[in-house]
């Protein structure tokens, strides 16, 4: 696909509503009658009998998902791959910035920065922290996103298939409608809800991450320096210039999925954005530096004395293997589609500035620690 074509394709008519709904702070995406409609679909228990055809669908997208899903620079490649494929999927190319975002986090640790300002005992537990989180998005999503493609290419929904790999209930309904309706923000913000409560359990409420990573000092103060900043890179002309917001509290659940549909709306209800930050994303493969974006403050190579050392993510981070095991169903409180109804309205905000003195004060810590 020429990219020009493609660019033409990511524009969704929901941009347009961004002028309409400019003077509110939120924006309709699903009235209260269309989540009772759907609620419906949650009270009927189905056990589908499943084809051979069915079992080698489902063992395809197994393998795929596991393929993909061995470190951070697969899973954020996957993401874009799957977004070139079918744009209507919103939610696949947030997942790509955001899990750009996680693969620079987990470099920064090795950085020449941060080692600098965090006790030794305390790097590694953050980069199983934010490697866990990554693998599990991916290991629940990647099925999801592969069965839609599946069922555009047989002509007919398959996300009874969905039990198949343990994904929520919850979901189920909005894939269904999706695929009907091709109604981009309401499965961007299912995904997002669903994701976000995936790893709740599994991730934040999980004893060793309390005691190690989310109880501790240093993940508090990392939050505030900027360690959390969510950015999306963009191409404006012949610089790259970064817009997103920053992560306060990422052990709220609900505080996260406010993160993850202000981000949709930064992205996707602002004028021309989401084209600018697929350019940077299609022309600069993720690696895990900073330099991906940054090169002229930021390099891979350690010997480099005149630039931040951020280095490339499969040269000081080996492949983790998993455990899924786990495969409680999340929902079990029909109050969280409330979160269905809306997303706010986000202002383009320009944050390059911002995260230029983030990285100011974190430098000025190293000299002073030094």
Known sequence: MERNHFLSRIAHPVQSLYR???YRHHIDIASSSLLHQLSKQWERP???HITEEEHKIVSEIKQKTANYNRNNITRTAAYLSFFERHPEVHWAFLAHIVSRNG?????DLKGSVIPRLLPAEHIHPLFLFLERANALIFHDAYPQLLLYEKSKQKKKPLFHLLASFSVSSFMKPFWEYFFETKNSPVITVALIINEQQYIQKRVMENKFFQTHVLSTMPFIAEQWLGFNDVLIPYQAGPHIRLAGTTVRDFADVHHRIHIGKSLYSILFFQHRL?????????QHAHTGSRADFWPQLFSAEKADPFRIYSPRLETVW????????DRRDWFTDKTIIKMMETIPVMKEEDITANYMRNIQTLNAAVKAVQ
């Open 274 to 282: 989401a084209k600018r930050a697929y350019q940077f994303a299609s």
């Open 46 to 48: 189905s056990h589908p």
């Open 318 to 325: 080996p492949n983790i293997s998993h455990p899924f095991s």
């Open 20 to 22: 309409y709904f400019l």
């Open 103 to 107: 693969g620079w986090n987990m470099t």
